[in-house]
């Protein structure tokens, strides 16, 4: 089945620094990919996606390039804040065709004042 | 707008014992989704559901986990006996049904500390 994986984190910033967070895919075919966000306390939620390759998804200052030649979907913010603290995961579809998703380990952010 | 709700939202149970956790997915969202992540770890597929059928349990360790959606609905998972590796926090997500964005909706988690 499709795999993804994450950069390892803890990752700490301080306020307005840039960030990235890398995601690389093993897939069959060129599946959608996504980043899930997950805030202290709160369920996880659906932070931006990409459907095929060179698409750009964007969200609240995030952004992720699908990038089929490097087979990577690394999430970046130019500024973060205090309020982007939190886990993110990037995920795909387990099987081509299918909406089951498998995630990556997570990078657990956190942004200092 | 609810969102999907699950309870309890914390467990703790000595090994052997059982448990059982619930969840109300978002109204009129036919598939439904237990996950469970380990501290660390992303989530992980248990079971899938499409209104009230399986769609996938290859993932679900059968000989103590279960699971059902009665109705179509609401939907409960059951471990008996816990194991300490079953110390987790379990997912429950939902989406509709129809041409399908991919998009997971999930609850807040129920987080099991076995003992």
């Known amino acids: 089945g499709n795999s993804v994986t994450q950069m390892e984190g803890p990752v700490t910033l301080s306020e307005e620094a840039f960030l990235t967070i890398n995601c690389t895919y093993t897939?069959?075919?060129?599946?959608?990919l996504f980043w899930y966000v997950q805030y202290p306390g709160e369920g996880l939620q659906l932070l931006l996606k990409?459907?095929?390759?060179?698409d750009k998804g964007s969200n609240k200052g995030f952004e992720a390039t699908y990038r089929k030649e490097t087979t990577s979907f690394h999430l970046e913010k130019g500024s973060v804040q205090v309020s982007d603290s939190a886990v993110y995961f990037c995920?795909?579809?387990?099987?081509?065709?299918?909406?089951?998703?498998?995630f990556g380990k997570g990078t657990k952010l956190s942004v200092i004042p | 707008e609810a969102g999907v709700a699950q309870s309890p939202r914390y467990k703790i149970i000595e090994k052997r014992q059982s448990v059982a956790f619930w969840c109300n997915p978002i109204?009129?969202?036919?598939?439904l989704y237990w996950y469970q992540q380990i501290l660390g770890q992303g989530p992980k597929l248990l079971i899938q559901?499409?209104?009230?059928?399986?769609?996938?349990d290859s993932q679900l360790p059968k000989d103590r986990f279960s699971a059902e959606r009665l109705k179509g609905v609401d939907s409960t998972l059951k471990i008996q006996p816990a194991k300490l590796e079953d110390s987790a926090v379990y997912l429950c997500?939902?989406?509709?049904?129809?041409?399908?964005?991919?998009?997971?909706?999930f609850g807040e988690g129920s987080r099991l500390t076995v003992l």
């Open positions: 997500a939902s989406s509709p049904q129809g041409p399908n964005t991919g998009e997971l909706f």
């Open positions: 897939a069959t075919g060129y599946p959608s």
């Open positions: 990409a459907t095929k390759a060179d």
């Open positions: 995920a795909l579809p387990r099987r081509t065709g299918s909406y089951q998703l498998t």
């Open positions: 109204s009129g969202h036919a598939t």
């Open positions: 559901f499409q209104n009230n059928g399986v769609v996938d």
